[in-house]
C-alpha cells in the first residue's frame, strides 16, 4: 500500500544572494496574503512563514505570527505554522498570540520553534547572549509554558451567558504556576483554551525534548542520508510525526536548477542547513515519492520562493497526487487532523477545582 503524506513549504527565499538577482518580494499586506493563497491554490498541506529577522538585508516587515494572522481569514485548506524564537520572546505573549491565531484560522495554527541565542538578536532584548545548552533549556522552558498557558482555561469554562451577565466559570480557570531555569510564568492565560486544545508544536530534531513537539524536523547534509534520518527517526519516535527538510532549487526559465544554483552561489556563499535537490520537476516528484515512503512529510524550502513556487504548483505537486502520495486537502480541517494527531485530552487543570480563579 502506497503511503500518503503531507507536504508544506517555507514561505521565505532559501538563498541569501535572492535580493541580488533582483528577485525582491514585495512587503505590504497585499503581498502575505497572495503568497499564503498561491501556497494554499497550489495544494499545500501547511506554510511555515519564517520569523522576520531572517528577512534579507534585515527588511522591515510584520513579525511572523502577525503575517499569518493578517493571510488567515483568507483561507480555508492550509494551515498557517509561523516561526516563533522561544528564546527572544515572552512566553505568555507567545502563548497568547498564537491561541488567537488559532481562533482566527478556526483551528488551523501551529508553532514553528526556533531558538537564537546569539548576541545580535538577545541584545535588542537588552539581554546577553547565551550559550547553546542553556538557549536550548530556554527554549524548551518556554515551549512548556505556553503549553501549560493553553490548558489553563478548560473547554467548558464560557458559560456566556447574557441574561445572568456570566462570562466564564471561574472555577474552570487555573494558574499555570510554571517555574522555569530563568523565567517564572503565573497565569492564567488571557485568551481561552485553543480550538485545537493544543496546537501542534514543530521543532527541529533535537531542540527541544521530543516529547514536547508534536512534530519533529528532521535534516540531513544530502538527500540520501535524509531518507535514513528520517526512517531512523520515524522508529525512534512512534508517536511523533516527522517531516523531513529539503532544500529546492527546480529547473525553471529556460535555465536548469544546477545553473541557477551556481549563478546563486557565486553571488553568496549558501551554508546548506538541509539536503538539496537541484533538478527538474518530475526528478523532484520521485525523490519526495521516495521520502515520504519513510517519513510521514516533507517540508520544502524554495531557494527562490517567487520561482519555485509556481514550478512545484504546476508540475510537483500534481504529479505526486497522480501517483497517490499525497493526503487529500479538507477545507476547515484541524491542523492537528491534517497532522494525523488527535485532539488532546482535557486541560491538565480540569480535576483541580482549588487551584480556579475567583
Do not use: C
Not at 498570540?97 to 541565542?117: E, H, K, N, P, T
Amino acid at each position: 500500500m502506497i503511503q500518503r503524506g503531507i507536504i508544506g513549504i517555507d514561505l521565505g527565499d532559501a538563498h541569501p544572494a535572492v535580493w541580488r538577482i533582483g528577485e525582491v518580494p514585495a512587503l505590504d499586506a497585499a503581498a502575505v496574503v497572495r503568497e499564503v493563497l498561491d501556497a494554499e491554490s497550489a495544494g499545500f498541506h501547511f506554510a511555515t512563514l519564517p520569523d522576520a529577522a531572517r528577512a534579507p538585508l534585515a527588511a522591515p516587515r510584520a513579525d511572523a505570527v502577525q503575517r499569518a494572522a493578517l493571510a488567515a481569514p483568507h483561507t480555508r485548506t492550509i494551515a498557517l505554522v509561523p516561526e516563533v524564537d522561544a528564546v527572544a520572546s515572552e512566553p505568555f505573549h507567545v502563548s497568547t498570540q498564537l491561541a488567537s491565531l488559532d481562533y482566527i484560522s478556526y483551528g488551523r495554527a501551529g508553532w514553528l520553534v526556533a531558538a537564537d541565542g546569539s548576541a545580535p538578536r538577545l541584545a535588542a532584548l537588552g539581554r546577553g547572549p547565551l550559550g547553546a545548552d542553556d538557549a536550548l533549556d530556554e527554549a524548551s522552558d518556554a515551549v512548556e509554558a505556553a503549553r501549560r498557558l493553553w490548558d489553563t482555561w478548560e473547554d467548558t469554562a464560557e458559560i456566556r451567558d447574557v441574561a445572568t451577565g456570566r462570562y466564564l466559570d471561574a472555577d474552570r480557570v487555573h494558574y499555570a504556576d510554571f517555574r522555569g531555569r530563568s523565567f517564572s510564568v503565573k497565569g492564567p492565560s488571557i485568551i481561552p483554551r485553543p480550538p485545537q486544545g493544543q496546537l501542534p508544536v514543530l521543532a527541529p530534531y533535537g531542540l527541544v525534548p521530543a516529547g514536547q513537539a508534536d512534530v519533529l524536523l528532521v535534516s540531513a547534509p544530502a538527500g540520501d542520508l535524509l531518507v535514513a534520518e528520517a526512517a531512523a527517526a520515524r522508529e525512534a519516535y512512534p508517536e511523533h510525526i516527522v517531516l523531513a527538510e529539503l532544500d529546492v532549487v527546480l529547473d525553471a526559465r529556460g535555465r536548469s536548477g544546477a545553473d541557477r544554483l551556481a549563478e546563486l552561489d557565486a553571488l553568496s556563499a549558501w551554508e546548506l542547513p538541509h539536503a538539496l535537490f537541484a533538478g527538474g520537476p518530475r526528478e523532484l516528484a520521485d525523490y519526495l515519492g521516495e521520502l515520504l515512503g519513510v517519513a510521514h512529510g516533507v517540508r520544502v524550502h524554495p531557494a527562490v520562493l517567487g520561482v519555485e513556487l509556481p514550478e512545484l504548483a504546476q508540475l510537483v505537486l500534481p504529479e505526486l497526487r497522480r501517483r497517490g502520495r499525497l493526503a487529500p486537502v479538507n477545507a476547515d480541517a484541524p491542523f492537528r487532523h491534517v497532522l494525523g494527531l488527535r485532539r488532546p485530552p482535557p486541560s491538565r487543570y480540569s480535576t483541580t477545582r482549588a487551584g480556579g480563579i475567583r
